[in-house]
């Protein structure tokens, strides 16, 4: 595992998370964990752990974060992840939520093994659930946290009060813009130069910034506000989550099956797809048949105006991100990556325009790309539609691609780890 060595900075939680602790726990946490007088030497002895799942729409992930305080007065260290993940995502299990307790419960065995066994009883376990358990109804997507928080009651780790749940597509966003930000540097001494932050998900999108204009906080919605506090400052971040604008809900909303009681044999069509395509297709407990056009057309100027449908109109658009460039991750990076815009292990520097040209080709050459996937055209488009007509950006706004920094996964979980471990009292 790779050292980062990266001090943990993020100190105060926000308003509206609710992990705050009395002081009095965190206090007691603290002593039982670092008892006076017998204060950690070797590094060994003062190395923590906190394990953070992520209930995705396509799939469960389990990171295994490890930190190390290395003196009692110097704030923790983060020193590596250990990251796993199955799929398909516990909504897949939504009429069978042992089953999918099941497969958090293989991902926890890897914890099991990470963790050393006289450090499992202080090792917080946590599992938030995004957008796929946002679309299932209350009680299939209870039925599921409450399989799963039986998992880590039976297992040997902390589970803390509200160690299951369903997360709040504001916190989705926030969190991960702590995580990349943290990760680069930016919320650490002087000159922060903070980065925009783009997640695109299977069921929804998060985009999420620190406005530098004071226009941008008049004209934007309060509910796309969210203050919190580190350190001395305040930070008051544009987030916003679009539940189903991921881009498998965009696939259904393109094919007009988004939200529909699909009738068994019913078919969708587009001309996003291959012409002669015809196929089934299983997202979030659903079987959905979809096809090419066989008679009408096929290409990117007719997709571009199915997908156009799907976005236009239906995001806010703030002024200021015209000109900024932003972190993009999760289905940015592995569309770009599938047809080679970046580099797989490296990821890279794009425009706007790398994802239009890349439709372009792939959708008016799709019998050539249809052995990668039936959706790469429309998966294409939708993100070139989505960046342009939703957020509004320009052709030339630059996206940083990135999977990790630092070794470590650019996913909202560090983000949630560093509030967790906050609230249990673990870092200051
Ligand atoms: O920690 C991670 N590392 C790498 N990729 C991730 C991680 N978390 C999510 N992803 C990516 O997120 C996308 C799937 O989104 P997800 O299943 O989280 O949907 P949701 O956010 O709409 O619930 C995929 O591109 C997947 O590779
Ligand atoms: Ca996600």
Known sequence: MASSRLPILIALAFSSLPFVLSHSNRVMWFQDFFPPNVCPINAKANTFYGIMF?????????????????????LPELEGEIFE????????????????????????????????????????????????LRLLSEEKA??????????????????????????????????????????????????????????????????????????????????FLTSF?????????????????????ARLATLGALNMEVVDGQMFHSSCLPR?????????????????????????????????????????QPDEIRGSSFYAFSYYYDRAADTNLIDYEQGGVL?????????????????????ASPFLCMDLTYITALLKEGFGFRDNTVLQLTKKVNNIETSWTLGATFYLLQSLGMTY
């Open 276 to 316: 002669q395509l015809e196929a089934e297709w299983h997202f979030g407990g659903v079987k959905y048949r979809y096809g090419g056009n066989k008679e009408g057309e096929t290409g990117f100027k007719p997709c571009y105006l199915e997908v156009l449908k799907v976005v236009k109109g239906k995001l806010h």
């Open 229 to 249: 506090e580190m350190f001395n400052s305040t930070y008051k971040l544009y987030t916003h989550s679009y539940l189903g604008f991921g881009l498998k809900a």
């Open 142 to 223: 209870q039925a599921l946290l409450s399989e799963v928080k039986e998992v880590f009651e039976e297992s040997p780790f902390l589970v803390p009060e509200d160690s299951v749940g369903i997360m709040d597509g504001s916190h989705e966003g926030i969190l991960a813009w702590i995580t990349v930000n943290f990760l680069t540097g930016q919320l650490s001494g002087q000159n922060q130069q903070t980065v925009g932050t783009l997640d695109l998900g299977g069921a929804s999108t998060q985009i999420t910034f620190l406005p530098r204009f004071e226009e941008t906080l008049k004209e934007t919605p309060g509910d």
């Open 351 to 371: 425009e706007v325009r790398d994802f239009e040209r890349k439709a372009k080709e792939v959708c008016d050459n799709m019998e050539r790309y249809n052995s």
């Open 85 to 132: 993940s199955v799929k398909p995502g516990l909504s897949a299990y939504a009429d069978q939520p042992e089953k999918g307790a099941e497969t958090v419960k293989k991902l926890l065995d890897m914890a099991i093994d990470a963790v050393p066994p006289h450090l499992w009883k202080k090792t917080p376990v946590v599992l938030k659930a995004t957008a796929g």
């Open 54 to 74: 992520d209930a995705g729409s396509t799939g469960t992930r389990i990171h295994i974060y490890t930190f190390v305080q290395k003196s009692p007065e110097n």
